[in-house]
């Protein structure tokens, strides 16, 4: 039987491999329409940003991170898992697993210059929904115990922080660093949030049911069609012009800007 490294490392490799096969069929229709206008999808771009936090594994000092999450998210509301103006025209609801290195790479690139333009202008706002890929089902409960450490601190308008805070500081996905001391050090570092309560709402069974509810929502994309398989991150564009398509790709800046003006 294969070790629990092996079973992740061959899943992984399995995501990506699906990931950029769809990136060539759906890039190679791109050329011929409009984003828009495509029924199977939006062209996917699959990118692997050179950044300080790349491959998996970050570099950020916890005190680096803190200066760089708090800096981007500084002014900005936040409710629950809804980061942003609450009556932006724009809303991308992301579905993610928070040990998932391409959603990693989105979170640190297209998506935090997004954060911190057109969120920032009020624009659009993110919603995140829990996801299990890379996490897998068979981690001692990481997947349940992280989404539910990000969406305690969400009790206190902060799981943005929280879920910035973990692709900042995220480690190779082979290993299994998930662990209750790993969950209160990223805490830890959130400006203002209560500890005592944060950790009293960790137990929370109604966010324990929220990230079920959670997982049966992009399952229910799957039965309906909408997207091949649960991937993450799957993203979800909606604008005063609808809903197009959901995206399943790390997109860069330029192709959520292209997002963005497809469904305005």
Request: proline share 5%; with cysteine; glycine share 8%.
């Amino acid at each position: 039987m294969a070790s629990r490294a092996e079973q992740k490392a061959a899943a992984r490799a399995a995501r990506e491999a699906r990931l950029k096969a769809a990136s060539k069929n759906q890039e190679r229709n791109a050329r011929l329409m409009k984003l828009g206008g495509l029924v199977a999808g939006v062209a996917i771009v699959i990118v692997v940003i050179v950044v300080a936090v790349g491959g998996g594994s970050s570099t950020l000092t916890p005190k680096k991170t803190k200066a760089l999450v708090t800096s981007l998210l500084a002014g900005i509301p936040q409710s629950g898992n809804t980061l942003g103006n609450p009556n932006a025209k724009i809303t991308v609801v992301e579905y993610g697993d928070l040990v998932c290195p391409i959603c990693q790479e989105f979170a640190v690139g297209g998506e935090a210059s997004a954060i911190r333009n057109e969120v920032r202008q009020g624009k659009v706002k993110f919603v995140y929904r829990a996801t299990e890929t890379a996490s897998g089902s068979n981690n001692n409960g990481e997947f349940v115990a992280g989404q539910v450490a990000a969406k305690a601190a969400g009790l206190q308008h902060k799981e943005w922080n929280y879920i910035l805070t973990w692709y900042n500081e995220q480690k190779s996905e082979t290993t299994p660093y998930v662990t209750n001391g790993w969950l209160q050090q990223l805490a830890q570092q959130i400006p203002g949030l209560n500890l005592a309560k944060w950790q009293q709402d960790r137990n929370s069974t109604a966010l324990a049911n929220q990230v079920k509810a959670e997982e049966q929502d992009i399952a229910d994309l799957v039965a309906q069609k909408a997207i091949p398989a649960i991937e993450t991150p799957t993203l979800v564009f909606t604008g005063p012009k609808g809903t197009p398509p959901p995206v399943q790709a790390a997109l860069t800046y330029s192709d959520l800007k292209t997002a963005f003006k497809e469904v305005t």
